[in-house]
């Protein structure tokens, strides 16, 4: 069991209920209406602490129900309005969602769509300040939030705090809602049908399919988590493989399979940094009194994968990212980036000019809570930096769809191990991951991110590349593997 986070803000229950009615009911629906239009035109129900129920017009069961627990919920949840406000009510239990919560998360854009006019910011201020006024409940000392200011300096001590924070929640943790590898990426869905297992098994097989991996080749998995690509790549197409991690807790587990699994000899995972690698650095940072190998683990590597550690990297560190996976890559070999983008504005969107986003400040729930020092960049920038540092663009790919379809079943085998995710990390942080995934699943869904597979080379001297002229190898019923 990891450190526990059951410290990120204090959580309380409701107390018993006040008489139904009153000031502050009334007023708390003026405010819903304001926002959110009259019961009959939402597809959403609202119930308040008394007990009393707002129903939408549409036939049928609500989509959700947004729940009101004490009569100063709703002025904690918006005073002063910003996201981390909104989302900290939830956090704490000032509010529930009953229902589909990544439905949910669309509330937010009209909530910030609200902020666009001072006028009606004014309106919606006056109005929360009649609303009863409670004490509220302080972070503490061991409060699980990180300075996000620090994170983004992104050096090496700063960026191994950052990574610690979210990944060293628990191994135990996300064994209960990861598929059984412990791949905590996008997955890959050729139907759509498949189950997480299915379809990070086709993830694995199509990067290293995309890789053209070949026995004996060395390859390196940067950001490498809790081993599964090394192992599937060790394993299947018989390659000597290193992943490297800042996470000594993804590093401890991934030994230990590793060894269980036979694959002692031809693959391994150690805690270092991407920077310290390709100048040949610390050869690991020690798991316990003695080091994880006195192996050297620089050098040139005939094929290279980063898969989900891109969006840790930061946008002033991308040259530098670039620049050392080039140093990497032998003359002749590749280099995969699966990272999850930014993606232009489409139409009309809330949150994007003025007053909106100075006072939402979108993204900055999930900066302090959850990804530390994260920056989403264009897929455009990624590519430009990849070139500047000398190599070329061979193939991209959009896995959007298959990200949201990922965080849809990442939440529902969450929800189904509610009570043992609560035991191991407490409500607050249960609740952290399960609002940070639904609502992810819907920036994906709607095209507010993406997800691309970037396939680089490094040509040759004589401008060679590994690649074949087309890509049917890619889609053969029956893949390379080692027997």
Known sequence: MGTSHSTVLEFRKPRASPPRGGPAARAARAILTSLFGPPGERDFAVRLWDGTVDRPGTAGKPRFTLVFNHPAALRRMLLPPSETRAARAYLRGDIDVEGDLERATALADRLA????????????????????????????????HFAARRARLHAPKTDRAAVRFHYDVGNDFYRLWLDRRMVYSCGYFPTGAEDIDAAQEAKLDHICRKL???????????????????????????????????SRQQAAYAGKAIAAAGLAGRCRVAVCDYRELASGGPTAEPLSAEPVSTEPLAGAFDKVASVGMFEHVGRRMLPTYFAEAFRLTRPGGLFLNHGIVQLAPRGARPMVHGAARLLWHPGRFIERYVFPGGELVPAALAVHCGEEAGFELRDGESLREHYALTLRQWVRRLEAHAAEARELVGEPTYRVWKLYMAGSARAFAAARIGLVQLLFAKPDGQGGCPLPLNRSDLYRDSPRLVH
Do not use: K, Q
């Open 113 to 144: 769509s609200r902020l666009g006019s001072p006028g009606a910011c004014a309106r919606l201020l006056a109005r929360l300040l009649a609303l009863p006024r409670t004490a509220e409940p302080r972070e503490g000392a061991g409060a699980r």
């Open 212 to 246: 053209r991996l070949a026995p004996g080749e060395r390859f390196l998995d940067i950001g490498c988590g809790w081993g599964a690509l090394v192992m599937h790549a060790a394993e299947r197409y018989g390659v000597n493989a290193l992943g490297i991690t800042l």
